[in-house]
C-alpha cells in the first residue's frame, strides 16, 4: 500500500533483483567441518547461492526506505532467507555512478540445522524454521544503463555474523533528476 502510495504521489522508487553466492563468514564457524558447500577448509569463504529482491521508497533525494528479502541456498545446502528493512542514505552522485549505505533491522532464517549430525547450537531460535533477528546494514554501488535501470552491486549481511555480495539489476517508476552538469537527465 505504502509503495501504491508513494508511486501515486510521484516520489522515487524502484524495485531491484540481485544473485547472490560468494561471502564470508566471520564468526566462530563451529560448524564449518560440517559444512557442505565451502570453499575453504575453514568455512570463512561461503558459496551460497540464491536471490534477493528489494523495493525502495525515496521520502528526498539522498533518504530511502528499503524492504529487502533474500532467498538462497546456505552451507548446509538447506533453505535460508534474509528479511531486511533498512534506513538508506545516497552518499553521492556523480554522473551515472552513486553510493548508499543502509541501516535497519533483519531476521535470519534457515531449515532447521538440529537434524545434522554433530550440529553445535550457534545462538539460533530453534524449530522447523531455526531464526535470529540482529542489526544489519548494507553498502551499495550502483551505475546508470539507462534511463529507468542500474546496474547494482551490494555487500549486505547473508548472515548474523556473515556478508555476501549482491550482483543485481534496480528498475526505476521514477527517478527525479538532480539538475546538476555532471547527471544524465531523467525528465
Not at 153 to 163: I, L, M, N, S
Given at each position: 500500500?505504502?509503495?501504491?502510495?508513494?508511486?501515486?504521489?510521484?516520489?522515487?522508487?524502484?524495485?531491484?533483483?540481485?544473485?547472490?553466492?560468494?561471502?564470508?563468514?566471520?564468526?566462530?564457524?563451529?560448524?564449518?567441518?560440517?559444512?557442505?558447500?565451502?570453499?575453504?577448509?575453514?568455512?570463512?569463504?561461503?558459496?551460497?547461492?540464491?536471490?534477493?529482491?528489494?523495493?525502495?521508497?525515496?521520502?528526498?533525494?539522498?533518504?530511502?526506505?528499503?524492504?529487502?528479502?533474500?532467498?538462497?541456498?546456505?552451507?548446509?545446502?538447506?533453505?535460508?532467507?534474509?528479511?531486511?528493512?533498512?534506513?538508506?542514505?545516497?552518499?553521492?552522485?556523480?554522473?551515472?555512478?552513486?553510493?548508499?549505505?543502509?541501516?535497519?533491522?533483519?531476521?535470519?532464517?534457515?531449515?532447521?540445522?538440529?537434524?545434522?549430525?554433530?550440529?553445535k547450537d550457534d545462538g539460533?531460535?530453534?524449530?522447523?524454521?531455526?531464526?535470529?533477528?540482529?542489526?544489519?546494514?548494507?553498502?551499495?554501488?550502483?551505475?546508470?544503463?539507462?534511463?529507468?535501470?542500474?546496474?547494482?552491486?551490494?555487500?549486505?549481511?547473508?548472515?548474523?555474523?556473515?556478508?555476501?555480495?549482491?550482483?543485481?539489476?534496480?528498475?526505476?517508476?521514477?527517478?527525479?533528476?538532480?539538475?546538476?552538469?555532471?547527471?544524465?537527465?531523467?525528465?
Open positions: 500500500m505504502l509503495c501504491i502510495s508513494a508511486l501515486m504521489c510521484n516520489a522515487q522508487s524502484n524495485i531491484s533483483a540481485a544473485l547472490t553466492g560468494l561471502g564470508a563468514d566471520f564468526g566462530d564457524r563451529e560448524n564449518a567441518p560440517l559444512y557442505k558447500i565451502k570453499a575453504d577448509d575453514n568455512g570463512k569463504i561461503l558459496v551460497e547461492p540464491g536471490i534477493r529482491l528489494g523495493a525502495e521508497l525515496y521520502a528526498n533525494d539522498f533518504t530511502s526506505l528499503k524492504f529487502a528479502q533474500t532467498i538462497r541456498m546456505d552451507c548446509m545446502k538447506k533453505a535460508a532467507f534474509t528479511t531486511e528493512l533498512m534506513l538508506r542514505f545516497r552518499l553521492f552522485k556523480i554522473y551515472k555512478h552513486s553510493l548508499s549505505i543502509g541501516f535497519g533491522g533483519a531476521a535470519f532464517y534457515r531449515k532447521t540445522w538440529q537434524d545434522i549430525e554433530g550440529y539460533y531460535k530453534n524449530g522447523t524454521l531455526q531464526n535470529k533477528v540482529l542489526p544489519t546494514a548494507e553498502l551499495e554501488y550502483n551505475y546508470v544503463i539507462s534511463k529507468k535501470n542500474d546496474l547494482s552491486f551490494a555487500v549486505t549481511h547473508f548472515g548474523p555474523k556473515a556478508v555476501g555480495f549482491a550482483v543485481g539489476v534496480k528498475h526505476w517508476f521514477s527517478r527525479k533528476s538532480s539538475h546538476c552538469n555532471t547527471c544524465p537527465s531523467f525528465h
